[in-house]
């Protein structure tokens, strides 16, 4: 059972980045669906978050420049980030649960598996 990240990079500022969260071992199916993030000497934070069924939520700081979405068939989550700013500099985890929880406790709820992270840098 293996959440992998990927899509990581150099990018300068207001430019765009996919992330993707592959499964292995299991299907994406039946979860919900986190990406957090870690910016060097700060603490984990929630990015954006989808439950099986499609409903998102957001992080204020990102609301209106990323987006995340799912491919079932590929069992595959995805982040789409846009206008990038370099306070979006860290290393970004995919995280899954299994059920269908309250949009808001996307950011807070224990998850059952966690990827291993990759850096997106954002600077000129």
């Known amino acids: 059972v293996q959440l992998q990240a990927s899509g990581g990079g150099l990018v300068q500022p207001g430019g765009s980045l996919r992330l993707s969260c592959a499964a292995s071992?299991?299907?994406?199916?039946?979860?919900?669906i986190g990406w957090f993030r870690q910016a060097p000497g700060k603490e984990r934070e929630f990015v954006a978050g989808?439950?099986?069924?499609?409903?998102?939520h957001y992080a204020d700081s990102v609301k209106g420049r990323f987006t995340i979405s799912r491919d079932n068939a590929k069992n595959t989550v995805f982040l789409q980030m846009n206008n990038l700013k370099p306070e979006d500099t860290a290393i970004y985890y995919c995280?899954?649960?299994?059920?269908?929880?309250?949009?808001?406790?996307?950011?807070?709820?224990?998850?059952?598996?966690w990827g291993q992270g990759t850096l997106v840098t954002v600077s000129s």
């Open positions: 995280a899954a649960r299994l059920g269908y929880p309250a949009l808001s406790a996307l950011r807070t709820m224990n998850y059952d598996y």
């Open positions: 071992g299991f299907t994406l199916d039946d979860y919900a």
């Open positions: 989808i439950r099986w069924r499609g409903s998102v």
